[in-house]
């Protein structure tokens, strides 16, 4: 089972290992299929890397983004309205509140990180007194009940709050995403590359004469 990293696009096994697999390959009957030993064709490969690209494009940012006060900020404007209060059954008012939200652009993250009117009812003055105090809510992560300033660290600002200068508690781009994405697509590509380097090169052809 040695390895080697000579040439690492060639082969990963040494030659005993091999010829071991090769003896196998031509040796076991498989049920009476003989399986070639061909290279994987170029247009699936490139296929592969479409796939790769397209799922970056599109999935960026569905796995990283934290939900953030900013996000709920209309829902809690919203909650006291004499609609809301009109309509009864919690479900029934989450509802109202999901499809009367006038800023699109949050569509998405509340679609992604839905709560409840209890959750709501939990927040509700936390966020209002952050608006009072003229914090930026895109600042403040939502855990649970509780609405606490987020813990990244970017460009140092002046806290609207303190009046102190601190770093920026958004959550950076390449943080809503990306992160995961690269891991995983760069964990499944050089497994599938092992894989594949500990068998017979390519160039190999077996010719299936090894009587079973």
């Known amino acids: ?8 696009l060639y082969s990963l096994a040494d030659d005993s290992q091999n010829d071991a697999a090769t003896h196998v390959w031509e040796g076991e009957s498989l049920g009476g299929i003989s399986e070639d030993n061909n290279r994987l064709p170029r247009p699936v490969i490139m296929l592969l890397g479409l796939t790769i690209v397209t799922a970056f494009l599109i999935t960026f940012p569905l796995w990283g983004a934290r939900p953030n006060a900013e996000i ?14 009109a309509i009864s059954g919690d479900e029934a008012k989450m509802e109202y509140l999901v499809s009367n939200v006038k800023d699109t652009s949050l569509k998405s993250f509340q679609e992604r990180h839905p709560l409840t009117m209890d959750d709501l009812r939990m927040i509700k003055d936390q966020v209002i ?3 009072g105090q003229g914090a930026d809510l895109g600042e403040y992560s939502v855990i649970g009940a509780k609405v606490v300033l987020a813990n990244f660290e970017g460009n140092l600002i002046t806290d609207p709050v303190t009046g102190k200068t601190r770093p920026q508690a958004k959550q950076p781009w390449w ?8 891991f995983y697509v760069l964990y499944f590509c050089i497994a ?3 894989v594949i380097k500990r068998l017979p090169h390519y160039s190999w052809k077996p010719d299936h004469s090894i009587a079973h």
């Not at 089972?1 to 690492?8: R, T, V």
């Not at 943080?175 to 690269?182: A, E, L, P, Q, R």
């Open 129 to 131: 007194e952050l608006q």
């Open 1 to 8: 089972m040695a390895w080697k990293f000579d040439k690492p």
């Open 175 to 182: 943080d809503k995403g990306y992160t995961i994405d690269v």
């Open 192 to 194: 599938v590359l092992i």
């Open 72 to 85: 709920y900020a209309e829902y809690v404007q919203m909650m006291d309205s004499p609609a809301v209060q």
